[in-house]
Structure formats: structure tokens, C-alpha cells
């Protein structure tokens, strides 16, 4: 994972664009759930190591945004309400929250943006396990039936 994506507005912007084939593919793989596309083991198996694949590398990510995020914040309120009590003025913790929140908002539009697609990789997953144990079971089912 290249820890440099948070070093600034622009690493952030170059995670977005080295990941969008990925975000592409999750979004691919909603429409084909939608759509009913997927209907053999083989496409499941598919979609589930392609899904696999993808919350493995976005899953660390999102996390380091969280952190970043909470990181980046934090420093602007310690750093502005240090710097307010230096000129003697008064600190409105309210006020200095907002102005910390506003300070990483491209951090949190990239935070927000991992989080949304490891959310829609783990749903993707689980639906394609329990699909492909639905046809696993479907198949013993006729066999025994066949039998």
C-alpha cells in the first residue's frame, strides 16, 4: 500500500484514479446482481475472487483514510486553539470543530468513497457466497433426485 496517497490533496486524487478500474468492477458487479446476470457456480466463483480481491486492497485503504482523516483534524483544532490562546483570544470549541471538520473535507470525500465500496465489496461477497451454496445445494438436490 503506497502511504503516500495521504500525503496530500493530490495523493488523494491519484488513489481515486489508480483504483477506478476497481470501483468500476464493484460497480459492474452491482449492476450484474441487478440485473441477474450471474446464474453458475463459475460466476459466482468469479465474482467472489474478483470481490475477494478488491476488499483486500481497498479495505486497508479506508482505514488509513479513517485514520488520516481523525489525524488531520485533530492537528488543526490543537494547532488553531493553541494558536487563538497564544493571541489571547477566546476559544469557542463549537466554532474551532467546524473549522477543524471543514479542513480535511477532500480527506473525507475520499474516506467516504472507500468506505461505500468496501461496503458494497462485502455485500457483493456474502451474496455470491450464498448463491454459489444455493447452487452447490440445488445440484446435490437433483442428483439425488436423478438417482
Avoid: H
Wanted: charged content about 30%; aromatic content about 10%; proline content about 1%.
Amino acid at each position: 500500500m503506497k502511504l503516500e496517497y495521504f500525503a496530500d490533496e493530490k495523493g488523494l486524487n491519484d488513489l481515486l484514479e489508480t483504483y477506478a478500474e476497481t470501483f468500476a468492477m464493484i460497480d459492474d458487479y452491482g449492476k450484474q446482481f441487478i440485473q441477474g446476470v450471474l446464474s453458475t457456480q463459475e460466476d459466482y466463483k468469479n465474482c467472489l475472487n474478483q470481490l475477494t480481491g478488491a476488499y483486500i486492497i481497498l479495505e486497508p485503504l479506508y482505514n488509513v483514510a479513517v485514520a488520516y482523516k481523525e489525524n488531520q483534524e485533530l492537528k488543526f483544532y490543537v494547532e488553531k486553539k493553541r494558536e487563538m490562546e497564544g493571541k489571547g483570544e477566546k476559544v469557542v470549541a463549537t466554532n474551532l470543530e467546524k473549522e477543524a471538520a471543514y479542513s480535511v473535507e477532500y480527506i473525507r470525500r475520499v474516506r467516504n468513497i472507500l468506505e461505500a465500496y468496501v461496503a458494497a465489496t462485502e455485500k457483493g461477497i456474502i451474496t455470491a457466497q450464498t448463491q454459489m451454496k444455493n447452487l452447490t445445494q440445488d445440484t446435490k438436490y437433483k442428483a439425488s433426485q436423478e438417482a
